[in-house]
């Protein structure tokens, strides 16, 4: 009898595309794949798309209520005893914390749970250190005392929840990403000068880094774009106002294409990609930018520094120094050889390292290994 494995993920459109490559790869070895999605949001529409059956969970992602929360692990309970999975992948904050405890109880075989970065609750100040505090309890108690395989993206997460010197139910792996497609075609620099930002338009971002950046550098040069590439989203404690990107357009200081399908055309068209984070698990950009031979900077916080390169396939900087930030932009946006040159390099780092072919079977060992 074929295994059963459920993913189960938050409503972010990119945390379900991260996990189809797995998906996929696990339907071709003869696994029969589920999902379980929040309802009213478009993870199910991908879901379904890629032809994977799915089942849909109310899942608030930014408030907290008891009678709401109550519902929703009523919800989850069913949904699991009901698929009776023998692996469940659970990735992102909530579903990590509601898919264990449940999983748990309903004594599912397997329980693997994808720490992909920390999220606002370690990044958002406006968010209350009782609250940071009270997360990383539950994390403990449930690593400390529930079986499972637990993966992180980078060894500074993991630094961060797991303490020294306790011993832990659960198995603690470290993988970086979750791959990326190596169908990205690398294309040389044009004539174009586009700074490009590829990701959710939110504070924890650094858009506003990237903002200010756009101003000082427009008031020499007239010639260089500030691009926007991603949704506003609005569900999260860091979003940003439509008003307030509207804004920014309308003085002309970046333009926002909001989300897009083709993102190869958006990487073709793009000088250099920046990501100015206050923190990241293991970004995606990077890979894609890299594969597209496009050089790259970005802040020097966890997860950027493990895939740039410093002056290699690209530059990091202090995370909200635009002055830092916009001199590596002038220091190279008029030199195409180098601009190449990083690129290649680039291309050649992410490849060799950082794609699906190298990442997911190292997912796939921890599955089969059963541990």
């Known amino acids: 009898m074929n295994n059963k494995v459920?993913?189960?993920?938050?409503?972010?459109?990119?945390?379900?595309?991260?996990?189809?490559?797995?998906?996929?790869?696990?339907?071709?070895?003869?696994?029969?794949?589920?999902?379980?999605?929040?309802?009213?949001?478009?993870?199910?529409?991908?879901?379904?798309?890629?032809?994977?059956?799915?089942?849909?969970?109310?899942?608030?992602?930014?408030?907290?209520?008891?009678?709401?929360?109550?519902?929703?692990?009523?919800?989850?309970?069913?949904?699991?005893?009901?698929?009776?999975?023998?692996?469940?992948?659970?990735?992102?904050?909530?579903p990590v914390l509601y898919g264990t405890l449940l999983s748990s109880i309903l004594k599912v075989p397997y329980i693997i749970n994808l720490i992909t970065g920390l999220g606002s609750v370690f990044t958002n100040n406006k968010l209350t250190n009782i609250k940071r505090y009270l997360i990383q309890t539950i994390y403990f108690l449930l690593f400390k005392f529930l079986k499972q395989n637990v993966i992180f993206q980078n060894k500074n997460d993991f630094k961060t929840i797991i303490k020294k010197n306790i011993k832990y139910s659960a198995n603690f792996h470290i993988i970086p990403g979750s791959g990326v497609v190596d169908q990205y075609k690398a294309t040389p620099i044009n004539n174009k000068k586009n700074i490009i930002f590829v990701g959710r338009i939110i504070h924890e971002k650094g858009i506003k880094t990237f903002v200010e950046t756009a101003k000082i550098i427009k008031k020499k040069r007239k010639d260089i774009s500030f691009i926007l590439v991603g949704p506003a989203d609005f569900g999260n404690p860091s979003s940003i106002s439509n008003e307030t990107i509207r804004s920014w357009e309308n003085e002309g200081i970046v333009s926002w294409q909001n989300e897009v399908q083709d993102m190869e055309k958006v990487y073709s068209d793009s000088t250099i990609i920046v990501l100015p984070s206050i923190r990241e698990g293991f970004p995606k950009v990077l890979l894609e930018a890299g594969l597209c031979s496009r050089p790259v900077i970005a802040s020097n916080v966890p997860g950027c520094r493990d895939v740039v390169l410093h002056g290699k396939t690209g530059f990091l900087f202090r995370y909200g120094d635009h002055k830092a930030l916009s001199e590596y932009i002038l220091k190279i946006i008029d030199n195409k050889t180098e601009l190449n040159n990083i690129g290649k390099y680039a291309r050649k780092h992410i490849y060799e390292n950082f794609t699906d072919k190298i990442i997911i079977p190292k997912y796939f060992d921890i599955i089969t290994n059963k541990s």
């Open 6 to 94: 459920c993913f189960f993920v938050n409503s972010h459109l990119f945390t379900v595309k991260h996990r189809l490559p797995l998906a996929k790869f696990l339907k071709e070895k003869n696994y029969i794949v589920h999902f379980i999605v929040p309802d009213e949001s478009k993870a199910h529409e991908e879901v379904q798309k890629n032809g994977f059956p799915f089942k849909t969970v109310q899942l608030s992602r930014s408030k907290f209520n008891f009678f709401s929360e109550m519902k929703s692990l009523i919800m989850l309970f069913n949904i699991i005893k009901f698929e009776k999975p023998d692996f469940i992948i659970n990735a992102t904050i909530k």
